[in-house]
């Protein structure tokens, strides 16, 4: 007896969006990750930053192991209904700001900001030896 897929709306995906009712979606399957938050490797804000949106070039630009492939399966609820017309509501900007800019730049400065830090660091360290050849 085959299983039944239960399906969702991208709408219906974007609701739950809190730390307590995480879901995200991945390659047209929904995942409720919100057991998983705490243990996330990249950190709850980074599934938290996905949410309401289809967030499999996130996730494949991530490079994810095989192993965090497999435990997704236990976290998959369902799959994205692609014969729904939900058509999301639109946001307004003013017209100098791209849309979602804030919280783009928000997420790259918590996400990459170790990489610059070691970049002066290792400067710093390498001048300092340089110098006291000298």
Known sequence: MPTLTKLYTMQEASQHNTKDNCWVVIDGKVYDV????????????????????????????????????EEMRALCIGEVDTTSSDIPELEIFPENQPPGYPKKLA??????????????????????????KK
């Not at 243990?39 to 996730?59: I, K, N, Q, S, W």
């Open 107 to 132: 997420n790259l400065t918590k996400q990459y900001w170790a990489v610059p830090v070691a970049v002066v660091g290792i400067s710093v360290v390498i001048g300092v030896l340089y110098l006291r």
């Open 34 to 69: 919100s057991t998983y938050l705490d243990d996330h490797p990249g950190g709850d804000d980074v599934l938290l930053a996905a949410t309401g949106r289809d967030a499999t070039e996130d996730f494949e630009e991530a490079g994810h192991s095989k192993t965090a492939r």
